[in-house]
């Protein structure tokens, strides 16, 4: 049996030495020009379109890396957007063109990477060239680089006066059953670098272009012992770290920080609750609302995404603050440890009304929503047991701010001789104030808005469900 030293994970960050040199070949292209996509005839006039490149092969693999410098990449990848072309001539000839689409993309760039799964021209060199295309019509919107040689087995690239090793730290982060973040930092003099990443006895063999990677389809209670070699493009290689994890499975966190809300968790045997509420409370009549959110439940180590999005969510008021609170049936065995993702959406407490508005305010959702970020277990996964810690009431919200109201069923109280007025989400007025309360036991189930005024004249908002 393995041995942890902590129930969650074993995490050692060590550092070995290198025994010999990795046998592998390698080139570099800075803002290469390109012209028009020229395909099997002669290459037209140089356009201002320029791309960077960089092509590694390690034994029968061979990734490559691009970045569309004053371009942009088409968004779908169905037109094989980026492309490594290789040939069997400098020239172009028809018939000897083979087109290798490179599907990945780096977020937020230009960037695009893949590994060559087609059948190489010739055993260790070949001709390329690289292919951009920023829109549908290939004759007018794609580019394509002079066609270049590339060996396989040597550093194209290689400067004899470029002597120095790359510096190299790494860490991992927001370990999970299924999925891990690597974060990686050099000095090199050239610039020009790639990260080669291997775990033999886990199958797993990779070249990375850029400082951060997310490393997907770990198998739950195994141990991971990464080994990463930064190189640059002469073939100068750093000391060899490793970097060794567990994805034993951890214990429940059910309750923390996790960006900009604060979170409680339990479950029955059929059903689970999320309480959340902003981390942050701004003056009561600006206080932000959780106008959306939506669960993903994840059976740890299965990478099974099942999403939930409740249709009518409930939602309690402390002066202001809105919170959520979102039930959800579920088929999970009870003991069942389940990883979970709080996605939300942050937006004012008066709902906007214009497209344009609800649009700006959907452009802050946050999507991904795994990890603690503050506290004891900063950086821990968010996992729950099914069956554990369930929560009857709605956790007290401590604010400095007076309760200017009370809700019950069917009724709100409105607290001193403050007045109120109801509205629909659309601004029309449903009820006013009799005798200090609003009888809401007529009114249809949904979402309302209701403005108190104070005796001195302040008006503040809030946002109330009547259900």
Same mark, same amino acid.
């Given at each position: 049996?393995?041995?942890?030293?902590?129930?969650?994970?074993?995490?050692?960050?060590?550092?070995?030495?290198?025994?010999?040199?990795?046998?592998?070949?390698?080139?570099?292209?800075?803002?290469?020009?390109?012209?028009?996509?020229?395909?099997?005839?002669?290459?037209?006039?140089?356009?201002?379109?320029?791309?960077?490149?960089?092509?590694?092969?390690?034994?029968?693999?061979?990734?490559?890396?691009?970045?569309?410098?004053?371009?942009?990449?088409?968004?779908?990848?169905?037109?094989?957007?980026?492309?490594?072309?290789?040939?069997?001539?400098?020239?172009?000839?028809?018939?000897?063109?083979?087109?290798?689409?490179?599907?990945?993309?780096?977020?937020?760039?230009?960037?695009?990477?893949?590994?060559?799964?087609?059948?190489?021209?010739?055993?260790?060199?070949?001709?390329?060239?690289?292919?951009?295309?920023?829109?549908?019509?290939?004759?007018?919107?794609?580019?394509?680089?002079?066609?270049?040689?590339?060996?396989?087995?040597?550093?194209?690239?290689?400067?004899?006066?470029?002597?120095?090793?790359?510096?190299?730290?790494?860490?991992?982060?927001?370990?999970?059953?299924?999925?891990?973040?690597?974060?990686?930092?050099?000095?090199?003099?050239?610039?020009?670098?790639?990260?080669?990443?291997?775990?033999?006895?886990?199958?797993?063999?990779?070249?990375?272009?850029?400082?951060?990677?997310?490393?997907?389809?770990?198998?739950?209670?195994?141990?991971?012992?990464?080994? $990463? /070699? *930064?190189?640059?493009? !002469?073939?100068?290689?750093?000391?060899?770290?490793? #970097?060794?994890?567990?994805? %034993?499975?951890? =214990?429940?966190?059910?309750?923390?920080?996790?960006?900009?809300?604060?979170?409680?968790?339990?479950?029955?045997?059929?059903?689970?609750?999320?309480?959340?509420?902003?981390?942050?409370?701004?003056?009561?009549?600006?206080?932000?609302?959780?106008?959306?959110?939506?669960?993903?439940?994840?059976?740890?180590?299965?990478?099974?995404?099942?999403?939930?999005?409740?249709?009518?969510?409930?939602?309690?008021?402390?002066?202001?603050?809105?919170?959520?609170?979102?039930?959800?049936?579920?088929?999970?065995?009870?003991?069942?440890?389940?990883?979970?993702?709080?996605?939300?959406?942050?937006?004012?407490?008066?709902?906007? $009304? /214009? *497209?344009?508005?609800? !649009?700006?305010?959907?452009?802050?959702?946050?999507? #991904?929503?795994?990890?603690? %970020?503050?506290? =004891?277990?900063?950086?821990?996964?968010?996992?729950?047991?099914?069956?554990?810690?369930?929560?009857?009431?709605?956790?007290?919200?401590?604010?400095?701010?007076?309760?200017?109201?009370?809700?019950?069923?069917?009724?709100?109280?409105?607290?001193?001789?403050?007045?109120?007025?109801?509205?629909?989400?659309?601004?029309?007025?449903?009820?006013?104030?009799?005798?200090?309360?609003?009888?809401?036991?007529?009114?249809?189930?949904?979402?309302?808005?209701?403005?108190?005024?104070?005796?001195?004249?302040?008006?503040?908002?809030?946002?109330?469900?009547?259900?």
């Amino acid at each position: 049996m393995k041995k942890s030293f902590y129930l969650s994970l074993v995490a050692v960050l060590a550092t070995a030495f290198n025994v010999m040199a990795l046998d592998h070949g390698s080139i570099v292209g800075v803002e290469e020009p390109m012209s028009l996509r020229y395909n099997d005839s002669p290459q037209g006039p140089l356009t201002d379109k320029k791309v960077d490149y960089k092509i590694v092969t390690v034994g029968a693999k061979t990734w490559i890396w691009t970045n569309f410098v004053n371009g942009t990449l088409l968004e779908t990848t169905a037109f094989n957007a980026s492309q490594l072309r290789y040939r069997t001539t400098s020239t172009p000839t028809p018939n000897t063109r083979t087109e290798e689409a490179l599907r990945g993309r780096v977020p937020g760039t230009q960037q695009s990477f893949g590994m060559a799964t087609s059948a190489f021209p010739t055993a260790n060199s070949f001709y390329f060239s690289i292919y951009q295309a920023e829109g549908p019509n290939v004759a007018t919107e794609a580019y394509e680089t002079a066609i270049k040689s590339y060996n396989k087995t040597t550093q194209n690239s290689n400067d004899d006066a470029d002597v120095t090793a790359p510096d190299l730290t790494c860490e991992y982060q927001n370990l999970s059953g299924t999925s891990v973040d690597l974060v990686f930092s050099v000095t090199e003099t050239s610039g020009q670098y790639f990260y080669y990443i291997k775990d033999v006895a886990n199958g797993i063999e990779q070249v990375l272009f850029w400082d951060s990677y997310k490393l997907t389809g770990l198998q739950p209670d195994t141990e991971y012992n990464l080994s $990463v /070699t *930064a190189i640059d493009f !002469s073939g100068n290689e750093s000391e060899t770290k490793v #970097i060794t994890f567990d994805t %034993t499975p951890p =214990a429940s966190i059910n309750s923390g920080i996790a960006k900009d809300i604060y979170f409680q968790i339990g479950s029955t045997a059929t059903e689970l609750t999320v309480f959340a509420r902003p981390t942050t409370i701004p003056d009561v009549a600006l206080a932000r609302t959780i106008t959306g959110a939506e669960i993903k439940l994840i059976e740890y180590g299965k990478g099974d995404v099942t999403l939930v999005e409740p249709a009518v969510p409930i939602l309690e008021d402390w002066a202001g603050q809105t919170s959520y609170t979102y039930k959800m049936s579920h088929s999970f065995p009870i003991g069942t440890l389940v990883e979970i993702n709080l996605g939300y959406l942050l937006g004012p407490c008066i709902p906007p $009304v /214009t *497209a344009e508005e609800w !649009s700006a305010v959907y452009e802050n959702y946050v999507y #991904i929503n795994q990890f603690v %970020t503050d506290g =004891a277990d900063k950086g821990k996964a968010i996992v729950h047991i099914i069956g554990e810690n369930g929560i009857s009431n709605i956790p007290n919200v401590n604010l400095d701010s007076p309760i200017l109201y009370t809700q019950s069923e069917g009724l709100i109280t409105i607290n001193d001789n403050n007045t109120a007025q109801l509205y629909a989400v659309g601004g029309q007025i449903v009820a006013n104030a009799v005798a200090n309360t609003i009888n809401t036991s007529a009114l249809a189930k949904g979402i309302y808005i209701l403005k108190v005024k104070d005796v001195v004249g302040n008006i503040t908002t809030f946002k109330i469900a009547v259900k």
